[in-house]
């Protein structure tokens, strides 16, 4: 079961970030994120005023802490990632992103106490080797000695440290107070920060003034699907291994490296094929 709901938060986070890559390159990153972040919250909304009397707040306080540093982590990492998709290739920067589970999965042996294995050990180090081969210009470098870093590589790899921590972190509060209710005030206070960027930001109060009505229909398909990924990652992590189900729904850059080959028409080098093969490996392979 875990594999199954980490394969379906891998199709979730994989589309809603090929469309989130197409409305930044519209309207903006910063409006794509409050959007589709509150389309999410919308959808969880709703379902949490039809099923009140069936979840457990009383434990809520303990966790808000927590809760609030992890919606702290996912504003600034849904900023950078979308940011890296406004200005970069989809196909470099999503994988670095998605190497999140690299993350969660080292503070996960280490705080959870689960069991480092060979077959983790090979994964680390070809999600390292597949960064840095999808991060550079190896053909630029050879001709130079300079290593020059792709447009959306640094935020790329923010967006790794910021989800994999956020998503370490959610690991208990899903446990005790179940798979729904960390979601829904995890996505609360990600809009609260995220209005919070915007009051002291001019360029975003300007960008989020460029919202078109035809636009809606993707930012809410960006926001469902999104959201389904989360409730699918929590409902896993709650009863299996959370490196399983965090390694396998973050090989979601798949799903959107073809979706932009096939629409954007993306082109890569050798090296950055090379990267994403290793990125993507190390993600499955992570898992077994």
Do not use: C
Not at 30 to 59: C, H, P, R
Not at 76 to 86: C, Q, S, T
Not at 219 to 230: H, K, N, Q, Y
């Amino acid at each position: 079961m875990g594999i199954i709901f980490g394969l379906l938060s891998m199709l979730g986070w994989g589309t809603a970030d090929f469309f989130g890559a197409i409305a930044s390159r519209k309207i903006g990153h910063f409006s794509t994120i409050l959007w589709m972040q509150i389309v999410g919250f919308g959808f969880a909304l709703i379902y949490f005023l039809l099923n009140f009397s069936s979840f457990n707040l009383n434990d809520v306080p303990k966790f808000l802490l927590v809760l609030i540093i992890s919606g702290f982590l996912q504003a600034v990492a849904f900023l950078a990632f979308y940011k890296g998709f406004e200005e970069g290739l989809v196909s470099v920067v999503s994988p670095i992103g998605a190497s999140w589970a690299l993350i969660t999965v080292i503070l996960s042996l280490i705080f959870f106490q689960e069991i480092l294995s060979m077959n983790q050990v090979s994964a680390i180090i070809l999600i390292i080797s597949g960064i840095i081969l999808i991060s550079t210009n190896i053909k630029e470098f050879a001709k130079t000695r300079k290593i020059i870093f792709l447009k959306g590589v640094k935020e790329g790899i923010m967006a790794m440290f910021g989800w994999g921590i956020a998503m370490f972190l959610i690991v208990p509060p899903a446990k005790a107070l179940g798979w729904f209710v960390p979601i829904l005030t995890l996505r609360l206070f990600t809009i609260l920060f995220l209005i919070i960027f915007l009051s002291f930001n001019k360029n975003y109060k300007q960008s989020s003034q460029n919202l078109r009505f035809s636009l809606f229909p993707i930012l809410f398909l960006i926001g469902f699907f999104d959201v389904i990924a989360f409730f699918t990652y929590n409902l896993g992590v709650i009863g299996n291994y959370t490196s399983i189900v965090a390694s396998v729904g973050g090989s979601f850059s798949l799903v959107t490296i073809i979706l932009a080959r096939i629409f954007l028409k993306e082109k890569l080098v050798v090296s950055q094929i090379a990267g994403i093969i290793g990125i993507i490996s190390g993600i499955i392979l992570i898992s077994i």
